[in-house]
């Protein structure tokens, strides 16, 4: 089993940016790592993920605003957030253990989410 831990949600004016953490129980090597977000009666949306080599995949919803990252010393993955607009208020979650880097049916392991939150 894995845990997952959000934080850095919080509430921030249009324009702005914020800057999401998860941190692991442990590395799950040989798997993706990403996050998501789902807003109130929506969908959960897939964000941007970290494929196993270490290369980057994003939506083309937050491509050039939002930036993941991770420090592997740290079992850490981050989120960067910037520009945000209304639009972006959603809770966030993170999630370890997938096959696949936007799909998420492929994660094993998810986060209890954190809030975000955008005001005009």
């Known amino acids: 089993q894995v845990q997952l831990v959000e934080s850095g949600g919080g509430s921030v004016q249009a324009g702005g940016s914020l800057r999401l953490s998860c941190v692991a129980s442990?590395?799950?090597?040989?798997?993706?790592v990403a996050w998501f977000r789902q807003a109130p009666g929506k969908e959960r949306e897939p964000l941007a993920c970290i494929k196993p080599a270490g290369n980057t995949g994003y939506s083309d919803s937050v491509k050039g605003r939002f930036t993941i990252s991770q420090d592997k010393s740290k079992n850490t993955l981050y989120l960067q957030m910037n520009s945000l607009n209304v639009e972006d208020t959603a809770t966030y979650y993170c999630?370890?253990?997938?096959?696949?880097?936007?799909?998420?049916?492929?994660?094993?392991?998810w986060g209890q989410g954190t809030q975000v939150t955008v005001s005009s």
């Open positions: 442990r590395v799950t090597y040989g798997s993706y």
């Open positions: 999630a370890a253990g997938g096959s696949a880097c936007l799909n998420d049916r492929t994660y094993m392991y």
